[in-house]
């Protein structure tokens, strides 16, 4: 397992963009695939995308063309960059990982608080 520090949350208007921090402890972090998650208040954790070891990419239909997952293993840090930021991207936000080939992800960050007023 590895240790997950999320950053960058805040308050954005609608419209507006944001830039979330991963921050990843372990020498190993570059063979871990990296998830974002949210949950807002009310509802079930929902899945925002991952990001490979590889750089490979899949993002949930909710967030697709608006949000961009990318990594710098040298820094061991993946980053959500969010635009177009609607009221409904509003949630806690939480990054996670997992060995390539495990079946679900193991290592969770603390959070993070997104909200976007209208």
């Known amino acids: 397992q590895v240790q997950l520090v999320e950053s960058g949350g805040g308050l954005v208007q609608v419209g507006g963009s944001l830039r979330l921090s991963c921050a990843a402890s372990g020498r190993t972090f570059s063979s871990y695939t990296v998830g974002w998650f949210r949950q807002a208040p009310g509802k079930e954790r929902e899945f925002v995308g991952r990001?490979?070891?590889?750089?490979?990419?899949i993002y949930a239909d909710s967030v697709k063309g608006r949000f961009i997952i990318s990594r710098d293993n040298a820094k061991n840090t993946v980053y959500l960059q969010m635009n177009s930021l609607k009221p409904e991207d509003t949630a806690v936000y939480y990054c996670?990982?997992?060995?390539?080939?495990?079946?679900?992800?193991?290592?969770w960050g603390q959070g993070t608080q997104v909200t976007v007023s209208s």
């Open positions: 990001i490979s070891w590889s750089g490979s990419i």
């Open positions: 996670a990982a997992k060995i390539t080939s495990a079946a679900s992800f193991d290592s």
